[in-house]
């Protein structure tokens, strides 16, 4: 029995070997060939739910997705499936059993520690990068957390305590196992996201998420579909041809000029996210062309918005001209999944740290993640402290915005390299031996910005001024009035 439920290497390594003579000739790992083949049959199969089972019932709408969600699962993953049907189903246990008040928390520590556990395996056994099912059941506990969350807000608060986004979510009973299971299995996202929202999820799944627009039609989301397809072959070929002449093990060399090298050191780190821009394009456009992620009508164009289930913003994140600016482009779900169970829940002295604690904690048990997300903490007070400082000192004159513009956006280019760099070095060791390199620059600043800079230079009164912008004077608009 042990040797059935506990991890082992061949359970990480079950996925189907299919694919595999093609994997020979073309040299690419066949789990990366599952993976995609997966992703690619999603399109048809999206087609088929949008335009054939729009009309269906709601049963048929449910196990349709759930169906092929569980077939991707077993052939990518195998009998390593297990772990994520264990964690689902006893969190789902969890909710029917666990007391009201305390339903949200005993699932997050469930579900939370059972991901840890396949972690802890992945980090001592496993020594070559695989695509494993880590990642399924990353996204898995996104969805399980946010639903008992949502639980125990409509069981337990009241509506006044709730915030207007959780009066949206919340629910008042546990939902069946099939609609259930069909939430944590669907095609469109169980291998890569992104997180959609359960009471999202059920007014998809009956037809109502999507509402007629001025003159009456339903909107057609196919071209906000083909646009992210687009990019994500663009980021493919990117991937395929382009990443594998700038390893980060390039950083390794010291017979480079310095400031080379620190281009260098920036354009590895733009190389990095590319892979995650390729699967977050086509996971989105997959859910689009599904018929989900309608976000709104655009107020000036009147133009439907399909932005909800959007991971990632490209351009906003290489064109941020600050850290907060990238990270609310970046990974955009899981910062709305860490925003509810984390940032909304926690002591406002504590929000910031332990949201990204948490973050380090649910990608796994790797020191370099720890390293990144604590110093993302540092840097993103660092920022609020050198925004609060310098941006008003450059309003008075387009000319000077400028300048501030690009100070920040250099500034947070070699930010963002520079933090994540332990993210992919994954290991201690290599992440000091780097930060050593640049002398902990980056630290030191960044504790310079929070701390001291609003000391030395501090910001005006927060009652005429907030976050640089210049705010009207109270007392001045009521004697307006008067």
């Not at 999603?42 to 169906?67: C, D, H, N, W």
């Not at 029917?96 to 520590?109: L, R």
């Not at 469930?110 to 990642?135: A, C, K, N, P």
Request: proline residues 5%; positive net charge.
């Amino acid at each position: 029995l042990i040797e059935v439920i506990m991890p082992h290497l061949h359970s990480f390594n079950s996925g189907s070997v299919l694919l595999q003579p093609l994997a020979d000739v073309t040299g690419v790992p066949v789990d990366r060939l599952n993976f995609v083949s997966c992703m690619v049959l999603s399109i048809p199969f999206a087609l088929i739910y949008s335009r054939v089972l729009g009309k269906s019932s709601e049963r048929t709408r449910q196990i349709f997705p759930l169906i092929i969600g569980l077939a991707y699962c077993w052939f990518c993953f195998g009998s390593a499936t297990k772990h994520l049907l264990a964690n689902c189903l006893g969190s789902y246990a969890l909710m029917h059993i666990a007391p009201a008040k305390n339903i949200h928390h005993v699932v997050f520590i469930f579900s939370m520690f059972y991901l840890t556990w396949v972690h802890f395996y992945r980090w001592q056994y496993i020594e070559v990068y695989t695509i494993d099912i880590t990642g399924p059941i990353m996204i898995c506990v996104q969805k399980m957390t946010t639903l008992a969350f949502s639980l125990h807000d409509g069981l337990v608060k009241k509506e006044e305590e709730l915030s207007p986004l959780q009066k949206r979510e919340a629910i008042k009973r546990v939902p069946g196992l099939i609609p259930y299971l069909s939430y944590i299995f669907h095609f469109q996202a169980v291998l890569t996201g992104p997180l959609a929202f359960y009471t999202d999820y059920v007014k998809f799944i009956s037809g109502t998420h999507v509402p007629t627009d001025a003159k009456g039609k339903l909107p057609d989301p196919t071209s906000e579909a083909v646009t992210k397809l687009v990019k994500a072959l663009l980021f493919m070929l990117t991937l395929a041809f382009i990443e594998p002449l700038f390893p980060i093990s390039i950083l390794d060399r010291t017979d480079l000029n310095p400031v080379l090298w620190i281009i260098l050191f920036w354009f590895c780190f733009v190389i990095q996210r590319v892979p995650y821009y390729y699967a977050w394009y086509f996971a989105d456009a997959i859910y689009n062309l599904s018929g989900y992620g309608f976000s709104g009508f655009d107020e000036k164009t009147g133009e439907a918005k399909w932005e909800l289930a959007t991971s990632v913003f490209a351009w906003r994140v290489e064109s941020a001209l600050s850290f907060k600016d990238t990270l609310d482009s970046w990974n955009t779900s899981t910062m709305g999944w860490l925003r509810r169970v984390a940032f909304d829940r926690a002591p406002k002295k504590y929000r910031t740290i332990s949201t990204y604690l948490l973050s380090a904690w649910w990608h796994g048990i790797f020191m370099g993640y720890y390293v990144t997300f604590l110093g993302g903490a540092i840097f993103t007070l660092g920022g609020k402290g050198f925004r609060r400082s310098f941006r008003w000192r450059f309003l008075s004159s387009p000319s000077l915005k400028v300048v501030y513009d690009v100070i920040t956006f250099i500034g947070t280019k070699m930010v963002l390299a520079y933090v994540t760099y332990p993210f992919v070095a994954l290991h201690w060791g290599p992440s000091i031996a780097m930060y050593k390199r640049f002398y902990f620059i980056g630290h030191i600043l960044a504790l310079f910005c929070a701390a001291v800079l609003p000391v030395i230079l501090p910001p005006p009164r927060e009652d005429r001024k907030t976050n640089g912008e210049v705010k009207q004077d109270t007392n001045q608009n009521a004697k307006k009035i008067e």
